[in-house]
């Protein structure tokens, strides 16, 4: 007998794929906040603020994760059921 989960129960990687989500967002915006002197012609913003542009790789790369996570839960699942 397969037991399916209920739709609003949290599965492996759920959590991780919306925290990457989150993190890609704030590197998005940093991204936008930083290019904008370029293109307005003013004083560039110091080299920390590029630095945070780089969250947005590393939340594609925690999703990425969670993605994953959650095949393998899924992958698990099937196997388990196949083999009952």
């Given at each position: 007998?397969?037991?399916?989960?209920?739709?609003?129960?949290a599965?492996?990687?759920?959590?991780?794929i919306?925290?990457?989500?989150?993190?890609?967002?704030v590197?998005?915006?940093?991204?936008?906040?930083?290019?904008?002197?370029?293109?307005?012609?003013?004083?560039?913003?110091?080299?920390?603020?590029?630095a945070v542009?780089?969250?947005?790789?590393?939340?594609?790369?925690?999703?990425?994760?969670?993605?994953?996570?959650?095949?393998?839960?899924?992958?698990?699942?099937?196997?388990?059921?196949?083999a009952?």
């Amino acid at each position: 007998m397969t037991v399916t989960p209920h739709p609003d129960d949290a599965r492996p990687g759920d959590g991780l794929i919306k925290t990457g989500g989150i993190v890609f967002i704030v590197g998005a915006l940093a991204t936008l906040a930083t290019m904008a002197p370029l293109f307005l012609g003013t004083d560039p913003f110091p080299s920390y603020a590029w630095a945070v542009c780089m969250l947005m790789g590393v939340g594609f790369a925690i999703s990425a994760a969670g993605v994953l996570r959650s095949a393998a839960a899924q992958r698990k699942a099937a196997r388990a059921s196949q083999a009952a």
